[in-house]
């Protein structure tokens, strides 16, 4: 493969401090895996700058995964930043990988993560300035297979003509498994028709380019916008899950970066899936069932995690990390276990409802920065009409224990522009944060009640694929901005702040979220116009969007705000999350009678369609209390 | 508290020549605990590594002489030190050496306020020409630094550079009031001369060494 070090050293040093950060560029950090014998090379990719997607968890499974193949290597490669891209391509060099400073295009396939709705126009920069053709259609035999995975996956449709396969679920089988037969086939001369033929067949596996789109009256009729070109391919694509994570190490060779990164320390993940079903929330139908590591797993895995990093703060993640029905033992055996040596423990996201005294004290470390706690709705009305079953006491109980326990700051995390929210919601929010702010103060020895600070982040409710809520419209800008207007000015304290997300930003993921394949030509309009970095605020405009629907003759405000029936067929109803459609359909209405449904790994079944049969595809390593 | 403190002096090499300072501090901690030395920690409510650095090289400027100091609880001897840190250490980072301090000895961002660097030109050396003053940005606000105030020798000319290239070699002194960097006084000198398409290969920090006991 072609070393493009030398070009790119020669750039950086010329561009002198015109380059911002160039330690992005360098790679060699200690915990790379080289195999520069493997014959056959992959590319995994984060649609964003290194200090952004450095740590994301599926570039370092998927790339683990792949290395561990015989005869495969895998690289990863990151989005230059702004200043590099445009002066990379001034003097043509193509986008690189960072192990082997290789270009992209020389890959026998490439792995592009999706991680959230802003990425689109990343995407198409990286494939740019790659010099892959952005279509699927214009791809021959030249190019490596282009590939896609994560959240977004699961309404593919807006990303539907730029990619050659998209993975649902998880992929540490699917993808090695992809991977193999693509080299076998290439091996035996097939053609590239015929290796993307082939798999659409593998389970989880999704061929746009082998999806036709149907017209409006048939999609409606069928159930489906699109379908299949060939018998032997599936109408719906079932997302996979990885049976053998549970019994799986927790321990991953893990990269350790040079330069600042967010989510810079060690991750481990505990636990996947989460069942609470707040209705949403789109992480909790795509990655049940539940299944736990063990205690003696993970305290083993941070261990030798640390022991070969050398970091200083370990992070025990997965969705809800104070659900795991061991995480006391955990957390005291590892306390234990790090005892004076200046080392972190930390929990990315803990429920309100299970973070009690205990649990305050586990979790200190010794660095007590600020606890996240997630709200969501400012009334326990509308928190039962999203099943986010977390009372106030819960709050009350959680901030009596952590403030007493010697945390100063809390940031409670609520969403505006649910399902049946009314301005009592809003005015809710204001009174919880605030009252919640009393008792913090109250907690705290009196000479130190001026260090209690509160704060309340709000985001706007964005409908998503498979959810009980993915019939439903988001609110437009000027509510939403209205409905912040209004928390602005309820909330009196001074010391309790408001932080909220931009509308219009809001607006273009809502339009990404529900959008059908039409979409995808907004995204291509909006990229020739300039969008890039999206979610960047720096980069963001809403005005190059605007002009990217009116070219396409598709509306933003009709696709993110419409208010569709649930008889409704949706844009990705070909594509599952496992769950079933009269699953979401009950917890839909569910909602509006503001009736509540139990976690399933703690209470009864909710018949949500995932297990084979009710409550088999949960591992638990011990009974789990509410 | 009986701290051991050890002394490593290593290289800034290859590509790691452009890490930030921060970004070096944060590796080589790093390195420490990957080389499972006993080290000290902070007494207080958010403990953290008893380590310190020397003065800090700009990004792009590399080296054959940085130090690091870290305190250990306990008495390992340096040459085993060494090796365990070694074994931890990305090659472009590598620790050559290491020592015991004596009580009172100077701390490392302190102790050399005297660095030599040696430049790699793409133009003969005696071509450029240091300018009578430089204007450099801090904190928002212009200060205007004089070169000859810093700049305690410099030689031009092929000394120590291989195969003919062109080698500058100059001492620069850290003042309390503030330090002319390296680069910013190379990118100065190329300006001043107006040569056209002059450009620096490289910069690496030779020695650093204590104020001399007479002028």
């Not at chain 1, 993560?113 to 259609?137: K, Y």
């Not at chain 1, 159930?223 to 299949?228: C, E, I």
């Amino acid at each position: 493969m072609t070393d493009l070090w030398p070009r790119i050293e020669g750039l950086i040093r010329e561009a002198g401090r015109g380059i911002e950060r160039p330690a992005r560029y360098i790679n060699h950090e200690w915990g790379c895996t080289y195999k520069p014998e493997a014959a056959y090379r992959f590319c995994m990719t984060y649609p964003d700058t290194y200090e952004l997607g450095q740590a994301n968890q599926a570039v370092r499974i998927l790339c683990n995964c792949v290395n561990a193949v015989e005869g495969m290597a895998a690289e990863r490669a990151f989005l230059p930043a702004a200043d590099m891209c445009d002066l990379m391509r001034e003097c043509g060099i193509p986008a690189f990988s960072l192990e082997s400073c290789a270009p992209v295009a020389e890959f026998d396939a490439v792995g592009i993560t999706l991680p959230h709705e802003l990425a689109a126009t990343n995407v198409l920069e990286f494939l740019d300035l790659a010099g892959i053709p952005l279509h699927s259609s214009e791809r021959d035999d030249a190019h490596p297979l282009i590939m896609a995975g994560g959240p977004c996956a699961f309404n593919a449709e807006p990303y539907a003509p730029f990619f050659d396969v998209i993975m649902l679920g998880e992929g540490e089988e699917a993808l090695p498994e992809l991977l193999q037969l693509h080299r076998s086939m290439k091996a035996a001369g097939a053609s590239r028709a015929d290796i993307l033929h082939e798999m659409a067949k593998v389970p989880g596996t999704y061929v746009p380019s082998l999806y036709e789109e149907v017209s409006e009256e048939e999609a409606q009729r069928t159930g489906f916008w699109v379908r299949p070109v060939f018998d032997d391919i599936p109408q719906t694509i079932e997302k996979r899950i990885w049976e053998g994570f549970a019994e799986s190490d927790a321990y991953e060779p893990t990269i350790v970066p040079f330069t600042e990164v967010v989510h810079d320390r060690l991750n481990v993940e505990i636990l996947r899936g989460c069942t609470r079903g707040c209705r949403f929330c789109q992480a909790g139908m795509m990655y049940r069932p539940v299944r736990e590591r063990s205690a003696d797993n993970i305290v083993s895995a941070v261990c030798r995690g640390l022991a070969e990093t050398g970091y200083d703060e370990v992070s025990l993640m997965s969705l809800s990390s104070t659900d795991h029905s061991q995480i006391e033992e955990i957390l005291r055996r590892l306390n234990h276990a790090l005892d004076g040596r200046g080392i972190s423990v930390s929990i990315p996201s803990q429920r309100l409802d299970s973070f009690g005294v205990e649990m305050a004290e586990l979790v200190a470390g010794g660095k007590r920065g600020g606890l996240t706690f997630a709200p969501e709705a400012g009334t326990q009305r509308l928190r039962d009409v999203i099943n986010k079953n977390v009372t106030e006491d819960d709050l009350f109980g959680a901030i009596d224990a952590a403030f007493s326990a010697g945390w100063r700051r809390c940031k409670l995390y609520f969403m505006i522009g649910l399902p049946t929210e009314t301005d009592d919601d809003i005015k809710g929010i204001a009174s919880l944060a605030q009252r919640a702010y009393d008792r913090a103060k109250r907690a705290v020895p009196e000479n130190q009640r001026g260090n209690v600070r509160m704060s309340v982040s709000c985001a706007l409710f964005v409908p998503k694929a498979a959810t009980p809520f993915q019939w439903d419209g988001q609110i437009a800008p000027e509510e939403a901005q209205r409905r912040i207007d209004l928390l602005r000015r309820s909330v009196k304290y001074k010391a309790v702040d408001v932080h909220w997300h931009e509308p219009d930003v809001s607006l273009v993921e809502a339009m990404m979220s529900r959008g059908g394949r039409a979409v995808a030509r907004v995204v291509e309009e909006a990229w020739r116009g300039g969008a890039r970095f999206d979610a960047w605020t720096e980069f963001f405009s809403l005005e190059t969007w605007r002009r990217a629907c009116e070219e396409c003759g598709v509306s933003m405000e009709g696709v993110a705000q419409t208010q569709w029936d649930t008889s409704y067929a949706v844009p990705w109803a070909h594509l599952s999350a496992g769950v079933t459609r009269k699953f979401l359909e009950r917890e839909r209405k569910l909602a509006f009678k503001e009736k509540t449904t139990p976690d399933c790994t703690m209470g009864a079944c909710s018949v949500c369609g995932i297990c084979p049969t009710p409550y088999s595809g949960i591992q638990t390593q011990e009974v789990r209390h509410g | 508290m009986a701290d051991f403190r050890l002394r490593v002096t290593f290289n800034k090499s290859g590509r790691l020549g452009m890490l930030s300072h921060l970004e070096l501090a944060r590796a080589l901690e790093r390195a420490v605990r990957r080389a499972d030395l006993p080290y000290a920690v902070t007494q207080g409510f958010s403990p953290h590594m008893k380590i310190a650095f020397g003065a800090a090289l700009p990004v792009g400027v590399e080296s054959i002489c940085e130090i690091f100091d870290v305190s250990l609880t306990e008495y390992v001897p340096a040459q085993e030190a060494l090796e365990r840190l070694q074994r931890a250490s990305a090659p472009d980072l590598m620790p050559r050496a290491a020592r015991y301090l004596q009580t009172g000895e100077a701390a490392a961002s302190v102790a050399f306020p005297i660095s030599r660097y040696e430049v790699r030109l793409s133009v003969p050396a005696n071509a450029l020409r240091v300018p009578e003053q430089i204007v450099v940005v801090r904190k928002k606000k212009e200060k205007v630094l004089h070169p000859a105030e810093f700049i305690r020798s410099m030689r031009f000319g092929a000394e120590d550079g291989q195969g003919g290239e062109c080698v500058l070699a100059f001492e620069l002194e850290a003042k309390k009031t503030g330090s002319l960097r390296p680069d910013v006084l190379l990118d100065a000198m190329v300006k001043e001369s107006g040569v056209q398409d002059a450009r620096v290969l490289s910069i690496v920090r030779t020695e650093q060494r204590p104020l001399s006991a007479t002028v």
